[in-house]
Structures are given as structure tokens and as C-alpha cells.
């Protein structure tokens, strides 16, 4: 936690995934947060990403790491023929232990929210968002967290933050692709 300007900020330590064994190891060494891909969906498609069918696995893993979060990365640009799948897939998570989907496609936050009306959704990096303008629309959307372009500077983040105060703002500070 940290005090800005009077107001509370939470900082929560965000780490990839993969799979099941990188999910335990994140929580283990003190991530309070992991992602990780589904097939198909996740722009991670060249690293391991969850199976379908473990679903249980992931809810013990949930269990006994209490109060982390596990997101769901669907962070491709959808094409028309797999919008049908998308909703058959959203439909099927909904028992999921996730805690919010990170999608950079708007027509895939549409689809998730109309089968998952409940669900938390946050716009992915690939949507590029860097200014406060952007931030401000995207929350008018629906969305919950905006995960900025990677090219936003400390003073970026901090003009987007005083503009849209009620919105998460997360950012990478370290990363295979990435560093700030």
C-alpha cells in the first residue's frame, strides 16, 4: 500500500503463469496475482498455457493459496470465425476460479460481459493505451483495469491516474520484451 495525495494505492505484484507448476511457484515466492492463457486466445501461444480440463486443479491451487488472484489472459484480436467460439468458451468459464479476463479486443469484452455479466474484465497492453483520454473511454466501457502501453512514462501514469481516479491502473516494470 501506498500514500499518494491522500488517497490509498494498493500494489499488487502481478506475475505470468503458464501453467499449473509456474502458478504454484508464482504464489509461492510471493506474487499476490498470476495470468495465464487460454488455448487459442492468448497471445502466449508459443508458452504453456492452462489445459481445459483442469479446472479443478486450478480451483485446489485457488484454495491453497488464499486471497491471490489468478487473471485470464484472451488477449488476441478476434476474427469473425472465432467469435462462436469465444462465446462457447465464455459460457464454460464461468465455474472457472478466475478473478478477472484480460482482453485487448472491445468485441470480446462485449461477448464475455454479455455471458459473464458479472465478471471483472482488464484491457490488455496490446490495446496500447497511454493517455488519459483513452483510459477515461475504455472505463466507460466496462472496463475495471487498464494494464498501459508499455511506453507510458511515470508522468503518463500519473496524469492518467489524477483523470480517471476510480480506474486500476496497472504497468510493467519488468519483463522478457520490457523494461521500465
Same mark, same amino acid.
Given at each position: 500500500?501506498?500514500m499518494?495525495?491522500r488517497?490509498l494505492y494498493?500494489?499488487e505484484l502481478?506475475?505470468?503463469?503458464?501453467?499449473?507448476?509456474?502458478?504454484?511457484t508464482?504464489?509461492a515466492f510471493?506474487?499476490?496475482a498470476?495470468?495465464?492463457g487460454l488455448?487459442?486466445?492468448?497471445?502466449?501461444?508459443?508458452?504453456?498455457n492452462?489445459d481445459?480440463n /483442469?479446472?479443478? *486443479? $486450478?480451483?485446489k491451487?485457488?484454495?491453497?493459496?488464499?486471497?491471490k488472484k489468478?487473471?485470464?489472459a =484472451?488477449? #488476441?484480436?478476434f476474427?469473425?470465425?472465432?467469435?462462436?467460439?469465444?462465446?462457447? /468458451?465464455a459460457? *464454460? $468459464?464461468?465455474?472457472?476460479?478466475f478473478?478477472?479476463?484480460i482482453?485487448?479486443?472491445?468485441?470480446a =469484452?462485449? #461477448?464475455i460481459k454479455?455471458?459473464l455479466?458479472n465478471?471483472e474484465?482488464?484491457?490488455?497492453?496490446?490495446?496500447s493505451?497511454?493517455?488519459?483520454?483513452?483510459a477515461?473511454v475504455?472505463?466507460?466501457?466496462?472496463?475495471?483495469r487498464?494494464?498501459?502501453?508499455?511506453e507510458a512514462?511515470i508522468?503518463?501514469?500519473k496524469k492518467?491516474?489524477?483523470?480517471?481516479p476510480?480506474l486500476?491502473?496497472?504497468?510493467?516494470?519488468?519483463?522478457a520484451?520490457?523494461m521500465?
Amino acid at each position: 500500500y501506498q500514500m499518494l495525495s491522500r488517497r490509498l494505492y494498493v500494489v499488487e505484484l502481478l506475475s505470468p503463469a503458464g501453467d499449473i507448476r509456474k502458478l504454484k511457484t508464482a504464489f509461492a515466492f510471493g506474487a499476490d496475482a498470476a495470468y495465464m492463457g487460454l488455448p487459442k486466445f492468448s497471445l502466449r501461444a508459443n508458452a504453456k498455457n492452462i489445459d481445459l480440463n /483442469q479446472r479443478e *486443479e $486450478l480451483i485446489k491451487v485457488k484454495n491453497q493459496f488464499n486471497n491471490k488472484k489468478l487473471y485470464c489472459a =484472451m488477449n #488476441i484480436i478476434f476474427h469473425e470465425d472465432q467469435l462462436s467460439d469465444l462465446r462457447e /468458451q465464455a459460457r *464454460e $468459464l464461468k465455474d472457472w476460479p478466475f478473478d478477472a479476463f484480460i482482453v485487448t479486443d472491445i468485441g470480446a =469484452m462485449d #461477448i464475455i460481459k454479455n455471458e459473464l455479466p458479472n465478471a471483472e474484465v482488464h484491457l490488455s497492453t496490446q490495446a496500447s493505451c497511454i493517455n488519459s483520454s483513452a483510459a477515461k473511454v475504455y472505463q466507460r466501457l466496462g472496463f475495471s483495469r487498464v494494464i498501459l502501453g508499455r511506453e507510458a512514462s511515470i508522468e503518463d501514469i500519473k496524469k492518467i491516474k489524477q483523470a480517471a481516479p476510480d480506474l486500476e491502473i496497472e504497468t510493467f516494470v519488468h519483463g522478457a520484451m520490457c523494461m521500465a
